[in-house]
């Protein structure tokens, strides 16, 4: 039970509510769930829901003038420590559904969230795996490559990721932004972090895989074929194949549609891709510019995660997702502090997360560089 002050003890029974029924609005209203209000027995709309959750806000920051800017600095000096308490538990499901609310990542990534200080371990199920990197968060140059055995345990080191959120919070107390605007906002920098850190996790791996289970240039049936069998076989595994949206529609193009179901051909006509290439599912990977400086054509390599990579991927749990990580502990809401002669007088928060990727080859996989 989190223990409040007499301040906010003071609002939280001068609107009714209490710290579990405000964190749940909150998480609805950031999650786009349906909010339905057992005081007007009704569902309520977002606009009042965001009405509702800026009005305790200002009211536990204590701020009654928008427009005193002194006052309202003073408030959010005073008070915003516990409004960051009542809000972090939103941010930080927020974050956690974010990144692994798809498919691309439950497919890819074997995940583990652990408290402060708990151990980082994973245990092999495979004999002679191959770790190739355990470090993420400092550089992804530093390679351990060694073999591991069997029933081993390997450990993912964690690092401290912050995102600073002065701006967005002082325009969410003035009712520039709504809730879900400023949550998302600190959501998508965490979940583009951890994107990256899979997305170089997932090219680093695929450097130490035998030349049978790979593939290059335009995509050949026969040879496609070969290496989907060749992962299945290996592994006794059904498999997937993984691409960003421009990759997986050039499997379309040697697929033989004309036996097609209806619903395959219309998931060309709409997505671009047949969705089950002869009886494997295809799943999407998001990516993204790297930058918005672009050139005057299109290259793979202007994207965070290729367009021109496909890969095979066995479908047999933890020892298949070959992506490790470990996310540890809490996300927190702090005050930044340390400020030189030639910052504004706008107060700076940062929003700190602590997690770790790595990977280990157990299973072999394949690729099919395009």
Known sequence: MKKFSEHTMAVFTAMNTDYDAMNNLMQDVALGREI???????????????????DFSRQILGIT???DQKAVRR???????????IIEDTVDKVIEVGFKDNDWFTELVDYKSINFG????????????????????????????QRLRQGQTISIPTELYVVKVGADINRYILGDVDWTKLVNAIAIAFTTEIQNQVYAEIG??????PSRFKGTG??????????IQDVAAYNSSDVIIMGTKAALSKISAIADVQWAAVDQKNSVMNTGNIGIYEGTRLVQIPTRFKSKNLGATSQP?????????????PVIGDAGRFIKMIDEGDTQILEQLDRDDYLSDLQTYQVSRRFGVGSVLGRYFGQWVI
């Open 204 to 209: 680093t791996v695929a450097t130490t895989l």
């Open 218 to 227: 335009t995509l050949v049936k026969a040879d496609l074929d070969n290496i």
């Open 301 to 313: 390599s202007d994207f965070v995660f290729p367009t021109n990579e496909l890969y095979i991927l």
């Open 75 to 85: 408030a959010m000096r005073d008070h915003s420590r516990e409004w960051f308490d």
């Open 65 to 67: 003038d928008i427009k």
């Open 118 to 145: 708990d151990r980082q371990d994973f245990v092999l199920e495979d004999a002679d795996a191959i770790l190739s990197v355990a470090k993420a968060g400092t550089s992804h140059n530093d390679h351990i490559l």
């Open 36 to 54: 339905y209000d057992s005081e007007t027995d009704r569902v309520i709309t977002k606009s009042e829901a965001n009405a509702k959750i800026l």
